[in-house]
């Protein structure tokens, strides 16, 4: 990749994990119109149910963190949490048709494995009480392995995980030690050896662009996953958002790679992964060419929510339950109250604890399948689109062809192949995905929102 490209494109641009991004939702969404959104989600055509549960608590914080995660609070205080999420289960519940399948349900923090493993089991036992499931439901936990003993990933199995995400992030100890993370405590061959007798799912997280990481590191990091096999591989960009989270200062003291290197650590790892089977998906996830995310995407049916990739089959509307966690339904986004103890005290009373959201328009509805779609699959036809999405073409063209200027930009650099059919990614575009979704969305004509770089 040029430097010019570089300097050109690596600006500030929306992640598009949702769409619009989660810093348009406003207080003026109340728990009433939550209440709406979940009628309305019972009406659709595709009404499976996804579950997401936030487990805020870490036993330590890493210094790069950019979750809602705090640190591990006393014995009380989480197991009033946990009452806390079985009253909000009961109370949202209510709300949804009882014939819905449930599809998925997703254990994300914050380390959820920080906690009594047991409640994690009485969580998923009140939610499948609740609903039938769709036959092999996704049953998924982040986990960090820097706590969890032999017998630990015996009973998440128990619990009923099916697939585990493991926080590994990088192999190397002193980049570990410098952004203030423990390493695994079993040999991570040992948990890949546990979980795939269980014939569970493994993906593993890694980071690149954290200090002290070189290319010499990272390729001994990236060649020791590979050795290990896991289905699924994510490479994030580190996020430097200082200014949501202080801590990640200290690794600005630390000395952060810049740009060109930090491409290059992510170019190595891709090429790495590539040679050795791995289909990228995305910006950032690898799988194996078998995983059902690859299939997916070969069949044009790769979707995902706030939790990551997922296959139509297992695409549902979320229902989140727990501090910050965010609802992706049809019509809106939910999301609740932060602070621990806000959240405690409103559902305590009752209440939905509904902090802010989105009501999506209609032409907002077609924007979110469409950037959905470019950020999944790299292409938009506008033929199956509008099959798929019961729309007119005219009708999706007119929702996002609104920056033509830039999209011809686009072009002429080379990034995008763009034709009467629809839009497709070239190979020297893939680390630009961002940038074309943002020319896809109207509200980044007049955006004053901050965002952090591609690269
Ligand atoms: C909720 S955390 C993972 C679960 C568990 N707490 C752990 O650390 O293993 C989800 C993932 O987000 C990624 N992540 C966290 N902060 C990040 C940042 N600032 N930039 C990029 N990725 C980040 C990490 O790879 C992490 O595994
Ligand atoms: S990366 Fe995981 S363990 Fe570290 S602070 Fe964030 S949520 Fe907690």
Redesign the pocket.
């Known amino acids: 990749m040029t430097d010019l490209l570089l300097k050109k494109y690596n600006v500030p641009v929306p992640r598009y994990t949702s769409y619009p991004p989660a810093n348009y939702f406003s207080t003026d969404f109340k728990a009433t119109d939550l209440v709406t959104a979940m009628a309305e989600a019972n009406e659709v055509e595709n009404n499976k149910i996804s579950f997401y549960i936030h487990i805020p608590f870490?036993k330590h914080l890493?210094h790069?963190?950019?979750?809602n995660?705090w640190p591990m609070a006393k014995k009380e205080q989480v197991e009033r949490y946990i009452n806390a999420l079985h009253q909000e289960i009961d109370k949202v519940c209510e709300q949804i048709d009882p014939k819905r399948e449930i599809a998925q349900i997703h254990y994300?923090?914050?380390?959820?494995?920080?906690i009594p493993l047991h409640f994690l089991q009485e969580l998923n036992e009140q939610l499948l009480s609740k609903f039938k499931t769709i036959e092999k439901p996704e049953i998924a936990i982040?986990?960090?392995?820097?706590y969890l003993k032999e017998e630990d990933w015996h009973m998440l199995l128990a619990a009923g995980f099916n697939r585990f995400?493991?926080?590994?992030?990088d192999f190397n100890e002193e980049v570990l030690h410098v952004v203030n993370?423990r390493p695994s405590l079993l040999p991570v061959a040992e948990i890949v050896a546990i979980l795939r007798a269980a014939g569970a799912t493994i993906n593993m997280?890694?980071?690149y662009?954290l200090p002290l990481q070189t290319m010499e590191s990272f390729t001994t990091t990236i060649e020791k996953a590979i050795a290990l096999r896991p289905d699924r591989l994510?490479t994030?960009?580190?996020?430097?958002?200082p200014w949501v989270?202080k801590r990640?200062l200290i690794l600005e003291r630390a000395g952060l790679p810049d740009n060109t290197t930090k491409q290059a650590l992510f170019d190595k790892a891709a090429s790495l992964l590539q040679e050795a089977g791995y289909q990228p998906i995305g910006m950032d996830h690898f799988v194996l060419p078998t995983d059902e995310l690859n299939l997916a995407l070969q069949a044009g049916e790769l979707h995902r929510n706030f939790q990551g990739y997922c296959t139509r089959r297992t695409t549902g509307q979320v229902y989140a339950f727990g501090a910050s966690a965010i609802y992706q339904l049809d019509t809106a986004y939910a999301q609740n109250e932060k602070d621990l103890a806000t959240y405690i005290e409103m559902v305590e009373k009752g209440e939905l604890p509904t902090a802010r959201g989105y009501s999506l328009s209609y032409t907002e509805q077609i924007t979110r399948e469409v950037i959905e779609t470019w950020m999944c699959n790299e292409a938009i036809h506008w033929k199956e689109l509008a099959e798929r999405m019961n729309r007119s073409v005219k009708e999706i063209q007119v929702a996002v062809l609104v920056n033509i200027p830039q999209l011809q930009e686009l072009v002429a650099d080379e990034l995008i192949l763009w034709d009467e059919q629809g839009i497709e990614m070239t190979p020297k575009g893939k680390p630009f995905i961002r940038n074309v979704a943002a020319a896809l969305d109207a509200l980044m004509l007049h955006n004053t929102q901050r965002y952090s770089k591609p690269l």
């Open positions: 870490c890493c790069y963190c950019g979750c995660s994300g923090g914050g380390s959820p494995s920080s982040e986990c960090h392995p820097g995400s493991l926080g590994i992030q993370r997280d890694f980071i662009g994510v994030f960009s580190y996020a430097h958002v989270n990640q």
